[in-house]
Nanobody
């Protein structure tokens, strides 16, 4: 079982930046993919960015050029650097991981972008 704990959320003005962190603990797997998702009030959870176990990185079109996903294997930590934030980026951000499908989820961290 893998435990994921996010941190780094907060309140920021439009145009500002935040960096989210996700620390993974517990059993690890070789072909483990990790990603970030978000859920805004009244909306379904949506994909934001992911790092595959192959090293391939994917982004949602809405965050390309503004968000950067990265990982530090030595620290078992996944990051999401968010720049040029917009009010529509306001959501609870979740870290997720799994082999094939995303089976492990964190508790989420709130990001609020004011206009």
């Amino acid at each position: 079982q893998v435990q994921l704990v996010e941190s780094g959320g907060g309140l920021v003005q439009a145009g500002g930046s935040l960096r989210l962190s996700c620390v993974a603990s517990g059993r690890t797997f070789r072909r483990y993919n990790m990603g970030w998702f978000r859920q805004a009030p009244g909306k379904e959870r949506e994909f934001v960015a992911a790092i595959m176990w192959t090293g391939r990185i994917n982004y949602a079109d809405s965050v390309k050029g503004r968000f950067t996903i990265s990982g530090d294997n030595a620290k078992n930590t996944l990051y999401l650097q968010m720049n040029s934030l917009k009010p529509e980026d306001t959501a609870v951000y979740y870290c997720a991981g799994g082999v094939g499908s995303y089976d492990n989820w964190g508790q989420g961290t709130q990001v609020t972008v004011s206009s």
